[in-house]
Every structure is written in C-alpha cells, then in structure tokens.
C-alpha cells in the first residue's frame, strides 16, 4: 500500500513538471539535464525543489540568432553617446577614471592617453528616445524593436580569449559552444537541417580570426557540433555525392556503413560511433534541404530592396542575414554570424563607417523580415562583440583620426525579440 501511495505521488510530481515547463520534449531534455535522476523514481524532493523555482509563464524564445561582430565594435561610435568625451577632448585621462584599469600591450608603453570623443555624431530616434550613431541609420529606424545594453563587461582583454568566452562560457577552448549546448537541451524543429549552424563574413576592416572552437561541442555528441556554411558553390562541404553515384547507390552504402557501425556500437559502445550513424543520415536528408533553403533567388524584390542588393552575393554579411532567416524560418535553433574587421585600432572613423556600411541595412532587415512573418516574439536576434574599445585614442591622436584600444569593461550590445522588452536603454 505505501509502495503504491509512493508511486502514484512520484507521477504526480511528473506530471505536474511537464504542465508547468509547457515545452513538451523540450522539457523532458531540460528535465533530464537538471536532475539526472528525474525520470527514475529517486528523486521526489529534488523535483519538487525544481517545481517550485520554475517562472510562471513559458519562455517564448524558440530560436536564436547571433550577430557576432567579431573583432569589438567601439560603443562611443554606436550606442553609447557621451557628449562629455567631446567636450573634453584632448584632455589626459584621469586616473580617477582609469581607476587601474590594465592595459593591453599595444597602449602600455604610451605616456599619454588624450580623451577622444566620436567623430561621429548622435541623434535621438524613435519613441523610446534611445541615441543612436549617424553610423547607423537603418539600425535607428528599428530602435524601438531593441533592447541596448550599455553596462556590459567581461574579464579578458584580448580577442582570442574575449571571444571564446562569449561563445563558451570559458576563456579556454574545448568547452560546449552556446550553440551546441541548446542543440544538447532543446534538440531540432527540422529532421532535415542541423539544429545549429555558423555563416562567416569579412569586412573592409582588420579582422580578427575565428575558428572552429568557437562552435565545437566540447565534451557533448558530437552531433550538436555547429555546421558550418561557405560561400562557394557548395554551402555545406562534401555533402553532395561524388560523379558517377546516384541516390540509390549512396543509400545501399549508408545503409551498409549503418550496419557495420551497429556492429562496432554492440561491441564497444562508444557513443560517438552512434553519433556518427546519425551524422551521415543528416548529411544525407541536408542533400535535399540544404539547396533549397540556401537558394535565395527566388526571395521577392520587396526583399531584396530590404537587406540591400549585396544579399544576393553569397558570404556577404547581408547574404548571410538573409540566409539566418531561412535557416531560423525552417526551424534551426540556432544561428551563429560572424563578421569579422571591427579591430579599429587606428583610423577608426573610416575603418568603422566601412564596417557599418556593410551591416546596418541588413542587421536592421533581419529585424524587419522576423516581425512581418510572425516570428519574431520566439526567435532572439542579438548584435554585438567580445569587448569594448578606450574612450581615450590609441597611438597618435587626431580629432578627425584616431584608434581605440581594448577596452572590457564597459560596452553595449542589442537584443531583439524572443521576449526582450522592446524600446529599453539599459545602462
């Protein structure tokens, strides 16, 4: 009777986890990800713990899209207005404002550190009054759309590490990317696409490098392992099948490799040889898929106007934007751009016009495109880089030329969607 009376409270409690997470199997992956133990009848007073810690309503963001501007865009030329910085320029920082701050190796030996403000000039845009840089004026017409955040920090000063913490959590590599930890905890809306994906794009600027640590699955499956797209004619690499075989002839040698790897899978049982079986028959399904969701030519021209006409140019940043809403529209939970060049450590009013010529049409139409097809209250768009940049110039200094160095702790970002609050300045 007591054994009984146990059971019917452990399904009790389950049943009123899964009616009060609202995500269906996603919350079983949730579930399961916060208490190993949940689903084996071990662990009543940790799920109640759970319950109760659970918010009131469900989340809404389903996917996310990242606007990785890689390199560290400075906020004194992009959301963050200080009119101070103008007043003042030329003027030696304080060190009351410095307040041991370290330096990077590049500013270190200097002996003077002249206060810069923005060549470039402000205005207030929208209802919400928030500043925006005559830089970005496409940016300004959505404002009301984003949230900015201008009290943003970080630990690291240099670029390797800055940006694997942005995308891992961790200053080293090997760790799961962010990517890859929501393929882990929510898993695919498309059998047919990978649950993340990583678009590349350079600027005009100096770029900072990116490589594949940044979207690894560190210790999870291998299968939630960012894929990454090209630019070439072939968008995912080594995805279409060689001359002279047709599609029945690459399904008998699936099929084949299936069964061999079963073998190796009962005799070992490493997970990675499970993970591998399921690799080649995504790669296989994508051979339709991907094609199709990386033709653009057949987007209308009221879209194209909208991202601009370098959206049709394969690897352009507004392609790729272009390309995120495809891939987010078709159910992939995450998309990961990098756009590289916006290391301004001199010349930076040229440097970073360039840098925002290419972005800001397209990153504001990504917005734009999300809200008139209905999804952007569930897919979270974010923009923004590793760190800051010195309100004070780097190297020789010049009203009208001049570089920025690193600068980790205090910088802004933009969000979007997703459930954010809308038309908000925080910082």
């Known amino acids: 009777m007591e054994k009984e009376r146990l059971e019917s409270g452990l399904n009790e409690n389950r049943r009123k986890f899964l009616s009060r997470m609202s995500l269906g199997l996603g919350s079983v992956a949730l579930g399961s990800l916060l208490i190993p133990d949940l689903f084996n009848g071990k662990s009543q007073l ?11 309503f469900a989340p809404k963001a389903k996917r996310v899209i990242y606007l990785f501007q890689n390199g560290a865009p400075s906020q004194l030329e992009s959301f963050d207005y200080k009119p101070t910085l103008n007043e003042r320029i030329g003027e030696e920082l304080p060190d009351s404002i410095r307040q041991g701050q370290r330096l990077t190796g590049m500013t270190a030996g200097q002996s003077s550190f002249p206060l810069v403000g923005s060549y470039h000039g402000f205005n207030q845009y929208g209802q919400s009054g928030a500043w925006v840089s005559d830089l970005f004026p496409y940016t300004a017409k959505i404002v009301d759309e984003l949230c900015i955040v201008k009290s943003m920090h970080t630990e690291a000063i240099n670029h390797d590490p800055a940006l694997t913490f942005f995308q891992t959590g961790a200053q080293v590599g090997n760790r ?10 929510l898993g695919s809306e498309n059998n047919n696409l990978p649950s993340f994906c990583v678009l590349l794009s350079r600027g005009k600027g100096n770029g900072q490098g990116v490589y594949s640590k940044l979207w690894t699955n560190g210790f999870l499956n291998s299968v939630h392992q960012g894929v990454q797209f090209s630019s070439g004619d072939d968008p995912v690499l080594y995805l279409n099948d060689p001359e002279g075989m047709d599609k029945v002839d690459r399904r008998r ?12 899978y009962q005799s ?10 399921q690799q080649y028959e995504m790669a296989y399904r994508m051979q339709t898929a991907v094609p199709e969701v990386t033709d653009v030519t057949k987007e209308p021209d009221s879209i194209v106007k909208l991202y601009g006409p370098e959206c049709l140019v394969p690897g352009t940043y507004a392609a790729n934007c ?8 078709n159910g992939v939970r995450f998309v990961q751009l990098y756009h590289q060049g916006w290391d301004q450590h ?13 972005t800001d049409q397209a990153s504001a139409a990504l917005i734009t495109d999300l809200k008139q097809r209905g999804l ?3 897919t979270l768009v974010i ?3 590793e760190f800051g940049r010195t309100n004070y110039c780097q190297g020789r200094f010049s009203a009208d030329n001049y570089g920025r160095d690193h600068h980790p702790r205090a910088f802004s970002i933009w969000m979007a969607g997703g459930g954010v609050k809308p038309g908000v300045t925080y910082g």
Not at 255 to 261: F, G, P, V
Not at 322 to 329: D, G, M, Q, W, Y
């Open 376 to 378: 952007l209250d569930e």
């Open 46 to 56: 940790d799920t109640d713990k759970l319950m109760a810690s659970l918010p009131h």
């Open 268 to 277: 070992f049982g490493d997970p990675e040889i499970s993970a591998k079986i």
């Open 322 to 329: 272009l390309l995120a809403r495809k891939l987010s529209e």
């Open 176 to 185: 799961p990317s962010m990517g890859a930890w929501l393929s882990y905890g």
């Open 383 to 385: 923009w923004g880089g």
């Open 346 to 358: 001199g010349n930076l009013p040229n440097e970073m016009a360039g840098q925002a010529l290419d």
């Open 253 to 264: 040698m699936l099929d084949k490799i299936s069964a061999l790897n079963q073998m190796n």
